[in-house]
């Protein structure tokens, strides 16, 4: 089964500073890889996908997230945070083998953004 | 394009009632998935609709159940609303072809059972 971890719930960085949200994943085999994220009382935005082309992967926002199979992981970061980028941010594995096998997401990252 | 859209946005509703949420996807995706989301468990699958069909389901009781229409819009039900049913139900769209997996996100439903 797929699983998805995201470590810390709550991540602070000051505003001009580099994010970095963590993910890593449990598959069988190499999966689809997703960033969402969330402003409050919306709907989950996609930010980006690994779908096995590029391993560095380029969103919107000017958020990026590498994948790197050897550490199973998919890390999102920003170079230089802004106060919009506050919100919730979710990491999500898809089980390409199968449309039907639906999304698995982490519980979540919230950032936070000091001035 | 337009996205997906949800109905209502906001909802109360008492114990013991039943509720019918409605999502239509984004023009051409087949691929319909509902998602309960509370700030205890994070988001929970509910079901995923393809073609009419319910083609995946998650651990639910049998109180929520949904269905496709042929135009690929979606509603999801919910009989004998229990206090815990509170939470923001999100629906997804999918164009669920080769290669393309990624879901799209209505606003969501913000269920809350009083």
């Known amino acids: 089964a797929q699983s998805v971890t995201q470590l810390g719930s709550h991540v602070s960085v000051s505003e001009g500073a580099l994010v970095l949200l963590r993910c890593n994943y449990s598959s069988s085999v190499p999966p689809y890889l997703f960033w969402y994220v969330q402003y409050p009382n919306q709907g989950l935005q996609l930010l980006l996908k690994?779908?096995?082309?590029?391993?560095l992967v380029k969103g919107i926002n000017g958020f990026e997230a590498e994948f790197k199979k050897s550490e199973t992981s998919f890390h999102l970061t920003k170079p230089s945070a802004h106060m919009s980028d506050a919100a919730e941010y979710f990491c999500a594995v898809s089980d390409r083998r199968n449309y039907g096998q639906n999304f698995v997401f982490g519980p979540g990252t919230r950032l936070s953004v000091l001035p | 394009k337009a996205g997906v859209t949800q109905t209502p946005r906001y909802l109360i509703k008492t114990r013991g009632q039943q509720v019918t949420l409605s999502c239509s996807p984004i023009?051409?995706?087949?691929?319909v998935s509902w998602y309960q989301q509370t700030p205890g468990q994070g988001l929970q699958f509910l079901f995923e609709y393809f073609s009419e069909t319910q083609r995946n389901k998650g651990n639910f009781p049998g109180r929520f159940s949904g269905r496709q229409f042929s135009n690929s819009r979606s509603e999801m039900n919910v009989s004998t609303l229990e206090l815990g049913d509170s939470a923001l139900y999100l629906c997804?769209?999918?164009?669920?072809?080769?290669?393309?997996?990624?879901?799209?996100f209505g606003p969501g439903t913000r269920l809350t059972v009083t």
């Open positions: 997804a769209s999918s164009l669920a072809m080769d290669g393309v997996h990624e879901q799209y």
């Open positions: 023009s051409g995706h087949r691929s």
């Open positions: 690994y779908t096995s082309a590029a391993t």
